[in-house]
């Protein structure tokens, strides 16, 4: 059913966008509302649309940053640069108040908060409108939303509390020395608590939708484009770009926004046909990190799920494996440089990369353990070695005995999420779960996926090691027993 609302807010803002000197858009596209597949607003092709075609221009006057927005020029002192700024934003992790000008992110929340407050004094008030107010990002979830996310590790990657401590101490106490430029005249200043919430729905307006402005010729890690200010070196600065941010996104993709010196241009990649919807590129990410971010999962993310396994859960396991005494592992444990251990371990699969088209060409596989934990592992079992030179007498008693500690490890992993790889592909398939669950339970079947690829490529590896020692009648937990 139609929303008038919707339909209107949307054709306002297609016509202050083709106002704009320098602007176009490509006749054979619409934006559609797309909201019953939950993906809000998108642009669709309402014509058969050939290889390389400038979809549409956005001129860079168009876009919110801190040289189009007057929020710079009204309060300089605020935006000043020193020299002396953290350009990678490292001081601002902890929330913690730093002297000297604002970095990217932090700029562009106070900007987007000005021109908010402005309403139809500001010039992008069209653009604000089709916006969204709410998020499904997992920063808005309850606790009980999250509680469907089970042992994921995504959900100790949210950062509300971090968040709410830089928007007190960045964020608000700037609007309020500056309220006289804030609030329009006659309009009424928001409380604290209103003006956290504007902060958070300013910062994921942000994180869903800005854009790194680049130029083509400036070199950018594929991994990071157009991401949260919060992963970035904050070098470059960051500018909300309308149309092209209405564009919805997946790992295969049909177009490419291209950064030129006065303008975005969005252009095809292979030919479109008529009815499909014109998709961006967001990265290699997986669903959980992309409901992180942006809101949403899909299918073709799920070749870049990643999962995480604790070096404290995979060192318990390996001391239950070899049993040694107290006395033998403090030496060895004391014998690792706490500086050079890592707290835990991603696992991926080589995934490959979507090809000049857009397409993705290749399957994706597990097919290594990381080189880093193997490493840690061996480490740790040398230092074992030099104390209990039975425990560990060669090389291939080893790694049979890092394999085998990490297969136990993985398995114990997996089964910290409450429900099996099984029964979640039951629930996923039979279509009764919906909304934010239905996205926690793909997320959360992903990572059990992989730990189950992983379980099973680690048993193949034990397997050829013990084939190697002849040792497979006799597991070496079982020898360690008797002797």
Wanted: glycine share 6%; no cysteine.
């Amino acid at each position: 059913m139609s929303d008038p609302t919707f339909d209107s807010n949307t054709a306002s803002f297609l016509e202050w966008f083709r106002n704009w000197p320098g602007a176009t858009f490509h006749p054979d596209i619409k934006i559609e509302d797309l909201r019953k597949t939950g993906a809000g607003r998108g642009i669709v092709a309402t014509a058969d649309i050939p290889e390389d075609t400038v979809l549409f221009n956005i001129p860079r006057t168009s876009i919110i940053n801190t040289q189009t927005s007057d929020l710079p020029k009204r309060i300089p002192q605020v935006f000043e640069t020193t020299g002396l700024e953290d350009a990678d934003n490292e001081a601002d992790e902890d929330g913690s108040e730093t002297s000297g000008p604002p970095d990217n992110w932090v700029s562009l929340i106070l900007i987007m908060i000005y021109e908010y407050l402005q309403g139809d004094r500001s010039r992008w008030k069209p653009y604000f409108d089709v916006l969204p107010a709410t998020f499904e990002t997992l920063m808005y979830w309850s606790e009980q939303d999250l509680r469907e996310l089970q042992a994921s590790a995504i959900v100790g990657k949210i950062g509300k509390d971090e968040a709410d401590e830089m928007f007190r101490t960045r964020v608000l106490p700037v609007i309020e020395e500056h309220a006289d430029v804030f609030y329009p005249e006659g309009t009424r200043k928001l409380s604290e608590e209103e003006l956290l919430s504007l902060s958070h729905q300013m910062g994921s307006t942000i994180m869903s939708y800005a854009f790194d402005l680049e130029n083509d010729d400036e070199e950018g890690d594929p991994e990071n484009d157009d991401e949260w200010v919060e992963d970035k070196e904050g070098t470059l600065m960051m500018g909300m770009v309308p149309m092209a941010d209405i564009l919805n996104a997946d790992a295969e993709f049909n177009a490419h926004v291209n950064h030129g010196e006065d303008s975005l241009s969005v252009t095809t990649l292979r030919p479109i046909p008529a009815g499909k919807e014109i998709l961006n590129y967001y990265g290699p990410l997986g669903n959980g990190e992309l409901l992180r971010r942006y809101g949403y999962v899909t299918s073709r993310h799920a070749r870049y799920d990643v999962t995480e396994i604790s070096w404290d859960l995979i060192l318990s396991v390996l001391k239950d494996t070899i049993k040694v005494d107290e006395a033998t592992w403090g030496k060895a444990v004391n014998e690792l440089d706490l500086e050079e251990i890592e707290d835990a371990f991603v696992i991926e699969r080589d995934s490959g990369e979507p090809d000049s088209s857009g397409q993705l060409r290749e399957e994706a596989h597990l097919e290594v353990i990381p080189a880093d934990l193997m490493g840690q592992l061996h480490t740790i079992l040398k230092a074992i070695s030099k104390f209990s030179p039975t425990t560990v007498p060669d090389k291939d008693t080893r790694d049979e005995i890092a394999l085998a500690a990490l297969h136990r490890a993985l398995e114990l992993r997996l089964a910290q999420y409450s429900t099996s790889q099984a029964f979640d592909f039951d629930l996923l398939s039979s279509e009764k779960v919906f909304g934010r669950q239905k996205m926690a339970l793909a997320v959360r079947w992903g990572e059990k996926a992989l730990l189950q690829e992983a379980i099973d490529l680690v048993q193949e590896k034990l397997s050829k090691v013990k084939s190697r020692t002849n040792h497979e009648s006799e597991p070496y937990t079982k020898r360690q027993r008797t002797r």
